[in-house]
């Protein structure tokens, strides 16, 4: 049997060590992913990234952290 998995996008986000607001930055982050899903929408959907990324950038500038967008 053959299965075809499709590739999908991840954000890998990265705090500097010993950074006093992680976990609020994570609270806000964490948060994105809670509204998309009660839009009903799937947060392993291929439009995640796109329908999410300039929050995820209002958040950068926030709270300073570095991310990238990984496929797999």
Known sequence: MKVRIPKHKE???KFEQGYDKEAE???EL???V???SVDGKS???????EDN????????EKYEFTYEIIEK
């Not at 947060?43 to 990234?49: M, R």
């Open 34 to 36: 809670k509204d998309y």
């Open 30 to 32: 964490n948060k994105i």
């Open 53 to 60: 990324e300039d929050k995820v950038k209002a958040l950068q």
């Open 43 to 49: 947060v392993y959907s291929p439009s995640f990234i």
């Open 25 to 27: 930055a994570w609270e």
């Open 11 to 13: 954000f890998l986000i």
